[in-house]
């Protein structure tokens, strides 16, 4: 009986705000803007969702093109495989062959013995599948002489197979002397082993800062929120960092005073939220160039600027995609060759919006794909790429 009279009640109330609604058109836009307060007794069983637990799954229908392999033989720039076993190699190229990957470069070689290996593993056995890039040791920084010993290293690694140099984030942001001070990327000491790359005439891919979000607070107003959830240590606080934008400062002056190097920033050098910014610093470090691993939502999000940008920058961008999995490429492949609207992306840590196509014309998606890789990275047989 007392549901009975519940449900009454209930529907007399409906009613009031239907005719409400009938008679004041304002009024019922007003309850669209409160859902909670037409639909009361649904609400209150209805929990709220967190933010993590919010998944709504899109309603709109429009055209989709599953892309699985490349339209071209593409470079990946960005990838890492630590001392990969004979085993591992053989399974990259039988995935790399699905998906039209042709050359995979591992930035994650090492240096010395550990290099020689890698490079035995990799090339040895594919010599025209695989690109191995060297890393410096920081392990003699605090001895007088680094610089050049550091630069000695990197000629060796290269008579040992290595076509480039990757240089990790610790470097410029964790990186400390023995007496506590961080080491600032455009330091000094390590303009010999920078002059070497460009004696060399290899590329230096270089990983400076973290997103800005991660420097900014952890509130509800941080795009990367989720991230900073799951990842706590991936904060850039500033009672323990110095901030986004002196570590920008100090990578780009290290691009300016060594106009002879070519530079890859990784990650869209962190600015594929601000395009502009990044047109702006390549106007005047004709030097840089920058991969698009891992930040691929930064350009969905703006299909528009994006394609004008990679039209416009065409010579200065690579293809990357960082963590490998060969399950994830489709995704760059979609974004990059089609026009297809408002798809999930694959880490909804990196982005919690989804994402369009940018598709651009097939000139520049040559050089995205492997032109400018070709230009920048020694040793790499052009003959298996179209023209
Ligand atoms: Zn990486």
């Known amino acids: ?17 239907c005719a409400a609604a009938l008679v004041w058109p304002g009024a019922a836009s007003t309850r669209q803007a409160s859902p909670s307060a037409i639909a009361a007794p649904s609400a209150q069983s209805q929990q709220t969702p967190t933010i993590q637990e919010y998944n709504p799954k899109s309603t709109l229908v429009v055209k989709e093109h599953k892309i699985e392999r490349a339209k071209f033989p593409f470079i ?37 013995e550990e290099l020689r290996k890698t490079v035995a593993a990799m090339k040895g056995r594919y010599p025209d599948r695989f690109v191995v890039f060297a890393n410096p040791s920081y392990d003699d920084i605090n001895t007088p002489g680094y610089g050049q010993r550091a630069a000695e290293r990197l000629a060796a690694d290269v008579r040992n197979g290595a076509q480039g140099l990757k240089i990790f ?26 002059e070497k790359c460009a004696e060399l005439k290899i590329p230096v891919l270089i990983h400076i800062a973290e997103p800005s979000a991660f420097f900014d607070p952890w509130d509800k107003n941080n795009e990367r929120w989720e991230e900073l959830k799951e990842f706590p240590q991936r904060a850039r606080p500033p009672s323990k960092y110095p901030p986004f934008e002196t570590l920008m400062a100090e990578r780009n002056h290290l691009f300016a005073k060594h106009p002879k190097v070519n530079f890859i920033a990784a990650h869209l050098a962190f600015h594929g939220n601000d395009l502009e910014r990044l047109g702006k610093l390549f106007d005047t470090l004709p030097n840089m160039y920058v991969d698009i691993a891992a930040v691929l939502a930064e350009l969905g999000r703006q299909p528009y600027s994006a394609h004008d940008f990679l039209v416009k ?51 520049v998606l040559k050089k995205i794909y492997y032109k400018n890789a070709l230009k920048l990275v020694p040793g790499i047989d052009a003959k298996a790429f179209p023209k």
């Open 169 to 194: 984030k610790n470097f410029g942001m964790d990186l400390k002397y023995a007496n506590g001070e961080r080491v600032h990327a455009d330091d000094p000491i390590f303009d010999p082993l920078f």
């Open 76 to 112: 990946d720039i960005h990838s890492h495989h630590w001392n990969p076993s004979p085993e591992h190699v053989d399974q990259l190229v039988k995935e790399m062959d699905t998906i039209n990957l042709r050359v995979l470069v591992n930035l994650s070689g090492g240096t010395g």
């Open 313 to 363: 920058y065409q010579d200065r961008v690579l293809m990357g995609k960082d963590i490998y999995d060969v399950n994830e490429y489709k995704w760059y492949f979609r974004a990059l060759e089609t026009r297809d609207e408002y798809f999930e992306y694959y880490r909804r840590r990196h982005a919690f919006w989804r994402i369009y196509g940018f598709e651009v014309p097939d000139e």
């Open 1 to 17: 009986m007392k549901s009975w009279r519940a449900i009454s009640v209930f529907a007399a109330a409906l009613a009031c705000i």
